[in-house]
């Protein structure tokens, strides 16, 4: 028979696993999937893939010299600014689920820190 105060701690450590993993696992996943969307819409705009698909061809299909150069010149600075973009964009939201993370544990060490006996 199981008694009463071990079935209460058993269901508060189950409650805790669960919200931990709820709220550290299910929010990785989350977030991957908001950053992945946001990277893939971003991509229409500044084509990094394409970019670098067609890097070392000429620019506008222009077969001369300049062509090729300018193509070069172009697709390096699209490049940069695509990466700068995506950079910036993956800082912000890996800071926001930083801030995210600590939630609870920032709860716990105040509740801990008020706690007097």
Do not use: C
Request: glycine share 6%; hydrophobic share 55%; aromatic share 20%.
């Amino acid at each position: 028979m199981v008694s009463i105060p071990k079935y209460l701690i058993n269901l508060f450590t189950h409650r805790v696993f669960e919200f931990l993993e709820h709220w550290y696992i299910g929010s990785f996943r989350i977030v991957g999937e908001v950053l992945l969307g946001i990277l893939s819409r971003l991509d229409k705009t500044f084509a990094v893939k394409v970019t670098i698909r067609h890097f070392f061809e000429p620019l506008y299909q222009d077969r001369t010299i300049i062509g090729y150069v300018f193509g070069i010149i172009f697709r390096t600075a699209r490049l940069i600014i695509g990466a700068s973009v995506y950079l910036f964009i993956s800082i912000i939201v890996f800071g926001l689920y930083a801030i995210w993370l600590a939630i609870p544990v920032y709860f716990l060490a105040r509740i801990f820190w008020n706690f007097k006996i």
